[in-house]
């Protein structure tokens, strides 16, 4: 628990009281399958989303922060299009297993979140 | 008359608790509100501590209309069958905030209802099966691309693994779309056994903040009020 928390309820003297901390659930996100599957659902993303097409791919992952911070609504579609602009870079910055790419790109849009 | 729908493909998400909420918060801050039930369960009435045996005026009729907590409420499923009900409720409830609970197995009604619609609002759970559910929203129109239609996630609880991973998730899919949340709290089922309007029995619900936020949100969204130029956490 944090210092300032544990102060404040002893203060309070509800010591039986416990403070959580809810870190960024973006960066420790599962990877449900459901949630590829939904994800991959045009009847969710539409079928002209690059986010459909992404995740068709069979590719590098690259892990570059994004340089602006779009819309949280559009994030999907924006961060794909950077994303193909990588894949057609000279060099891949790393190779990944497909699996993990859809957390790096709940991570990376985590990162461009304002909420 | 500014019409605000609430239905979900997925029944049991909290539908009709969001249709009365809201309109009781709308109500609260002094807009004149109509919520109509046009479901043939019958239990909006609930959520403003109204008893199962307490009957409400079918939509229409303007004898004797039950008032609750600031909201006309009015029976609205049978004059819902009706090819003209829009147009009914346009003329009815002109100067009014109409507030319109539909049931998750009457899509027919949300179609025909929608483009009469200032906003649709979609409630979902952080369940598996409730975000399933949302390849059934609209039936044309990705759910990402759907413009007017709100969602409102209900029933959070962010201690739990899948909960939390679903809230983060939709909070990223959906962006602007998403009105708010809503977390879970039992007083809503107890406010509900003791036949008590939710505020009354729990005044110091979470849930009761959270739908004070919502309503700010929801009138943000239909245009009632601006938007503060540096939003202030509550």
Redesign the interface.
Known sequence: MRQDARSLLERLEQQALAY?D?TD??SE??M?P??ET??R???????R?AAAREVEQVGVSVIAAPASVP??????ASLFRTYEQEVSAPEPVRIRPQEPKLRDF?TR??RS?D? | MTLVLVRSPKGGVGTTFLAARLSIALAARGRDVHAVDCTSQDSLKLFFGLGTRQPLQPFGETDAVVVASGVRLTQGHEASRHAGFADRLATLLSDQICFVDISASDAELRDRLLPHAALEICAITPT?IA??A???VDADT????LEHTAFVLNQTD??R??S??I???I???????LLGTVRRDEAVNEALAAVKPLAAHAPTSAALSDLERLADALERRLGLVHAPAASAAR
């Open positions: 959580y809810f659930r973006v996100i599962e449900w459901i949630f939904l994800l659902d045009p009847r969710i993303v539409g079928t989303s819309p949280p609504a559009e994030a999907p709940i849009i985590g979140d909420a | 598996p975000l399933a949302l390849t059934k990705p759910v990402i691309e962010d201690r693994r899948l939390g991973d809230h983060a998730l909070r990223t899919l959906m962006g602007d779309a």
